[in-house]
């Protein structure tokens, strides 16, 4: 069985990276367009891993975490989130650690840590 993983991300070169990344891995990748499409798809389907952009079109990633952790879903609570951004201001990753994100990366996206941090949560199937 293939693990899930939920990454929320309006930029379609970014998704296609990832996708191809993660299904090399042997995992399965399911895609959100928004924050609240995404947060719909996590209470959805069974998710394993979130990897979150966190300027997305509608909703900002931090509130797409909040609202995962607080989700009527209980398992979302629990859910690892790795929150995946451009931003790199200081005080940036705090915010991500304190909307409910594990991790925090920075893009552009590095195939070597995503591989690592994604297996980290959820090992390779």
Do not use: Q
Not at 76 to 104: F, M, Q, S
């Amino acid at each position: 069985m293939r693990n899930n993983v939920l990454y929320i991300e309006d930029n379609p070169d970014n998704m296609m990276l990832v996708k191809r990344a993660l299904s090399a891995r042997g995992y399965n990748l399911l895609e959100a367009e928004d924050g609240l499409s995404g947060v719909v798809v996590a209470e959805n389907e069974e998710v394993d891993l979130v990897l979150l952009d966190i300027n997305l079109p509608d909703i900002d990633g931090y509130e797409v975490a909040r609202r995962l952790r607080n989700s009527h879903k209980s398992t979302l609570a629990y859910v690892p989130i790795i929150a995946i951004t451009a931003n790199a201001l200081k005080g940036d990753a705090e915010r991500a650690l304190e909307a409910g994100c594990d991790v925090y990366m920075s893009k552009p996206i590095n195939i070597r840590e995503l591989w690592a941090r994604v297996e980290a949560f959820v090992p390779s199937p």
